[in-house]
């Protein structure tokens, strides 16, 4: 689950080791900002910001210099750079330098030395793989009744 970087990991663009034939066919560079809901139909790279909602059928990988507010659901995640909402995914890789702040739904998941999460893990064995890989509303957190 955890492990220390490789030269040949530290670039994700070696890491795209994920089902599929793993080609990017959209990206938004860097400098690009974007907001709303993107559905992309093959791999996709953000190396600029977006805000929203992201729906990738294939890897999604989010460069060093990434800002990500938005709750993904892609087949696989990369994080390079930071990410704010949850991620549902078959496979979730942090990279050394990345960060998650929301929940993960994963079946498989991987954090190298140097990579942050602050959230929880949920995974899954895929048995109730409508269930657990599609997207599902995440709950907000109700506030606590006053103490009377």
């Known amino acids: 689950m955890f492990r220390k970087p490789t030269n040949k990991d530290t670039d994700s663009s070696a890491a795209l080791s994920f089902g599929g034939n ?3 066919h959209n990206a938004i560079g860097t400098g690009s900002s974007l907001s709303g809901k993107l559905n992309f139909e093959g791999g996709a ?3 600029g910001s977006f805000d929203g909602e992201l729906i990738v059928k294939g890897p999604l990988v989010i460069g060093e210099g990434a800002r990500i507010i938005a709750d993904i659901l ?3 995640v990369i994080v390079g750079g930071s990410v704010k909402g949850n991620i549902t995914a078959k496979k979730v890789d942090i ?3 990345g960060r998650v702040y929301g929940d993960l739904i994963t079946g498989s998941f991987t954090a190298e030395e ?3 999460l602050r959230g929880q893990v949920r995974m899954t064995d895929g048995e109730n793989a409508e269930e657990d890989f599609g997207f599902l509303p995440h709950k907000q957190p109700q506030p606590l009744a006053a103490a009377s």
């Open 95 to 97: 990279l050394r330098g």
């Open 22 to 24: 793993g080609k990017i």
């Open 114 to 116: 140097g990579g942050f």
């Open 45 to 47: 790279r953000i190396d």
């Open 74 to 76: 892609a087949d696989a």
